[in-house]
């Protein structure tokens, strides 16, 4: 029996075409700024993004956090939604490498409310830490991969721009949210002063996150991948993944949308299984289990008995990531091996 690991899509292998673009890439050492892979990849990416500059880095969170320590100093405020990967699964990392100050807010869906965002920042005052960074996190995994529209995107970043705010979009999975409404990535980055998107996801690379903004930031963000150990030297090897990523990976996204979606609607036919159609906007399902009286880690040892492999969202969901690896005869096959599974 095959299995079929829908736990995520970094679980995905690089491409027959990447693993030969890694042997024939010319490479440099990039700490001297020499690796001429890595300068077509961040050249690539910045001007996909709309940016001046680009900064490659071994993951999103090191991406993240090389952000965010380049937009604030010790004590200064990062207001960010508390349900976001930086906030939730990135070891509190902002605070214990760069002492700065989480403000988490709740998130709607995945979306910050303008408002709320509005009500956080707060004002000049002798007892509080300066507000400094907005973060925004599209698409939003722990919310199942929904994914705000550019005009919620372009709401929201209003009110942190007009607060004076450095604004830095966690855009992992970015290429999704621009393939799933239709605009370019660059629609999101053009709002933002820094976005973060990985390679390592849906675009299938081994590892690899982009970091994207002004020549100026770019140069700041270099210094704190320096800083927490981050430069690399014959990076080439990964860089050159990234290209073939860049041409080849993104449209396809949009397989992985409708694979997610025909998972959706076959799971909702599953008795004791549960799930919100209006909440898979992207390449993500997340399943309510309460209805089958078991724990989340039992109905995933109940998957992994039938060779699907799901992710624990306890208390009550488990989720599915669709990704390059399975078309919709795997969807199919998972859904009759899941329905094998509750029964
Ligand atoms: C939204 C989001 N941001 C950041 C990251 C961190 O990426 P990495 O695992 O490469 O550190 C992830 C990883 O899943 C993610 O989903």
Sequence with gaps: MHVINLRSDTQTFPTAKMLEAMTTAPLGDDTYDEDPTVHKLEAMAAALLGKEAALLTISGHMANLCALLAHAKPGE????????????????????????????????????????????????????????????????????????????????????????????????????????????????AAEVDSLMFCLSKGLSCPLGSLLVGSRDFIAEADRRRKLVGGGMRQAGVIAACGIVALEEMIERLADDHANARRLAEGIKAIPRLAVDLDSVETNMVNIDHAGAGLTTEEVVERLKRVGVLASSRPPRHIRLVTHRHYGPADIDEALGRIADAMR
């Design 77 to 188: 405020e990062v207001i960010l939604d508390q349900d976001s990967h930086i906030f939730y699964y990135e070891l509190g990392s902002m605070a214990s490498v760069g002492g700065l100050m989480p403000f988490p807010i709740p998130s709607h869906n995945g979306a910050l409310d303008p408002d709320e965002v509005r009500r956080a920042i707060r004002g000049r005052n002798l007892h509080y830490p300066v507000p400094r960074v907005l973060c925004l996190e599209n698409t939003h995994n722990r919310s199942g991969g929904r994914s705000q529209s550019l005009e919620a995107h372009r709401a929201v970043c209003r009110v942190g721009r007009e607060a004076g705010l450095k604004i830095h979009l966690d855009g992992a999975r970015i290429f999704n949210a621009a393939v799933r409404h239709g605009v370019r990535a660059a629609d999101f």
